[in-house]
């Protein structure tokens, strides 16, 4: 059994808690655009954090390396969908999704209808999901994460092998994920479409990069409390007045090009982002409450496949308190505008319900701990 790091178990806590609050306030709260300047970058930055070389340095330990992507990140990605896929009538049913447009676009403009599927379209809808092309089905929104992580690791591990192999230095990903950020942000600049999971790969490939080649030897882990909290702050003013075109950031590099900007701004709040929850799992470390963060990092799985589903336990609950019409439990991720106190509900749910699962799961475990 490979020992867990406990500080990065509750790193990883926090990461997925952030991702479940800014899906449960959806529209209810300004904090969700200060949280999307680095949250999914972090979780590849962890990703990177836990790369390790010599898990790669030849051909055999390659192909380990790939099968075992294809069971943790793969397979349930796969298995997810395909499952939300197969239940697609059913939610229609039950009013977890909304087959009319006048009745979608009433209580939620902007969001398409959903539909009934035949069986050979929910076989086609099930292999077009294998192959990675198209959308997932709507519970399945937030599994995205699975399907980039998936194709990073392995350009990741099959760069890294190459570099090994013509003897080449690892820091050359560094540039390899610079590169990929300008391409993605050139092509964002200028509206050009790509293709989901390419796009993913050319945001996202730097934050692995840094997690592995600086993160992981950074001298932050020696950093006392006060000066945590010193790093903390400031990190945290940094993203705040990046958080918008005409930042910090585009106030003093106002002479170069918008794609350039645009990398250095991502790659800062990236850091910067590390930085603040980094030196947060280091405080919370020292607490009993840090026990609650390490659970939620070990669930992150299940809490991410699930917590689209666990929105409609409260979606139904705000319907019936509010008497509102049965549609609205087919609002997704959350119902907007509903304020903090049920966005707190919202968030609350949506990482106990499958925390709760993830430990029946693992029950022996926990009570052998």
């Given at each position: 059994?490979?020992?867990?790091?406990?500080?990065?178990?509750?790193?990883?806590?926090?990461?997925?808690?952030?991702?479940?609050?800014?899906?449960?306030?959806?529209?209810?709260?300004?904090?969700?655009?200060?949280?999307?300047?680095?949250?999914?970058?972090?979780?590849?930055?962890?990703?990177?954090?836990?790369?390790?070389?010599?898990?790669?340095?030849?051909?055999?330990?390659?192909?380990?390396?790939?099968?075992?992507?294809?069971?943790?990140?793969?397979?349930?990605?796969?298995?997810?969908?395909?499952?939300?896929?197969?239940?697609?009538?059913?939610?229609?049913?039950?009013?977890?999704?909304?087959?009319?447009?006048?009745?979608?676009?009433?209580?939620?403009?902007?969001?398409?209808?959903?539909?009934?599927?035949?069986?050979?379209?929910?076989?086609?809808?099930i292999?077009?999901?294998?192959?990675?092309?198209?959308?997932?089905?709507?519970?399945?929104?937030?599994?995205?994460?699975l399907?980039?992580?998936?194709?990073?690791?392995?350009?990741?591990?099959?760069?890294?092998?190459?570099?090994?192999?013509?003897?080449?230095?690892?820091?050359?990903?560094?540039?390899?994920?610079?590169?990929?950020?300008?391409?993605?942000?050139?092509?964002?600049?200028?509206?050009?479409?790509?293709?989901?999971?390419?796009?993913?790969?050319?945001?996202?490939y730097?934050?692995?990069?840094?997690?592995?080649?600086?993160?992981?030897?950074?001298?932050?882990?020696?950093?006392s409390?006060?000066?945590?909290?010193?790093?903390?702050?400031?990190?945290?003013?940094?993203?705040?007045?990046?958080?918008?075109?005409?930042?910090l950031?585009?106030?003093?590099?106002?002479?170069?090009?918008?794609?350039?900007?645009?990398?250095?701004?991502?790659?800062?709040?990236?850091?910067?982002?590390?930085?603040?929850?980094?030196?947060l799992?280091?405080?919370l470390?020292?607490?009993?409450?840090?026990?609650?963060?390490?659970?939620?990092?070990?669930?992150?799985?299940?809490i991410?496949?699930?917590?689209?589903?666990?929105?409609?336990?409260?979606?139904?609950?705000?319907?019936?308190?509010?008497?509102?019409?049965y549609?609205?439990?087919?609002?997704?991720?959350?119902?907007?505008?509903?304020?903090?106190?049920?966005?707190?509900m919202?968030?609350?749910?949506?990482?106990?319900l499958?925390?709760?699962?993830?430990?029946?799961?693992?029950?022996?475990?926990?009570?052998?701990?």
């Amino acid at each position: 059994m490979i020992k867990r790091d406990p500080l990065i178990d509750v790193l990883r806590g926090i990461a997925i808690f952030l991702v479940v609050m800014a899906h449960s306030w959806f529209l209810n709260f300004p904090g969700d655009l200060f949280i999307d300047q680095f949250h999914m970058a972090l979780f590849m930055a962890i990703s990177g954090y836990l790369f390790k070389i010599e898990r790669v340095d030849s051909v055999e330990k390659l192909k380990l390396y790939f099968i075992k992507k294809v069971k943790t990140l793969y397979l349930p990605y796969v298995l997810a969908n395909s499952f939300f896929i197969l239940l697609n009538n059913f939610f229609v049913k039950i009013h977890f999704l909304c087959t009319d447009a006048k009745l979608m676009d009433s209580f939620q403009p902007g969001i398409g209808p959903d539909a009934i599927l035949s069986p050979v379209e929910t076989l086609k809808q099930i292999g077009l999901c294998a192959l990675f092309i198209g959308y997932s089905p709507r519970f399945g929104g937030a599994t995205w994460f699975l399907r980039c992580l998936f194709i990073l690791s392995i350009v990741y591990g099959a760069v890294s092998y190459l570099l090994i192999k013509f003897k080449k230095s690892q820091n050359i990903q560094l540039i390899i994920g610079f590169v990929m950020l300008f391409v993605w942000a050139f092509n964002a600049s200028r509206n050009f479409i790509l293709i989901g999971s390419v796009a993913q790969l050319l945001l996202y490939y730097y934050a692995f990069a840094l997690g592995q080649l600086v993160f992981r030897k950074s001298f932050l882990s020696r950093v006392s409390v006060i000066n945590w909290l010193a790093i903390i702050a400031v990190s945290g003013v940094i993203v705040y007045l990046n958080m918008t075109y005409g930042g910090l950031i585009d106030k003093y590099l106002p002479f170069m090009p918008i794609e350039v900007v645009t990398v250095i701004r991502t790659v800062v709040n990236c850091i910067c982002g590390w930085c603040m929850m980094y030196g947060l799992a280091n405080i919370l470390a020292r607490f009993k409450i840090s026990r609650l963060f390490i659970l939620f990092g070990e669930s992150t799985l299940e809490i991410m496949l699930l917590h689209f589903l666990a929105f409609k336990f409260v979606t139904a609950f705000i319907v019936g308190v509010r008497h509102l019409p049965y549609y609205y439990m087919a609002a997704t991720p959350t119902l907007a505008k509903t304020g903090p106190v049920f966005g707190i509900m919202y968030w609350m749910l949506a990482m106990v319900l499958p925390t709760i699962i993830h430990f029946l799961i693992y029950r022996k475990k926990y009570v052998h701990e």
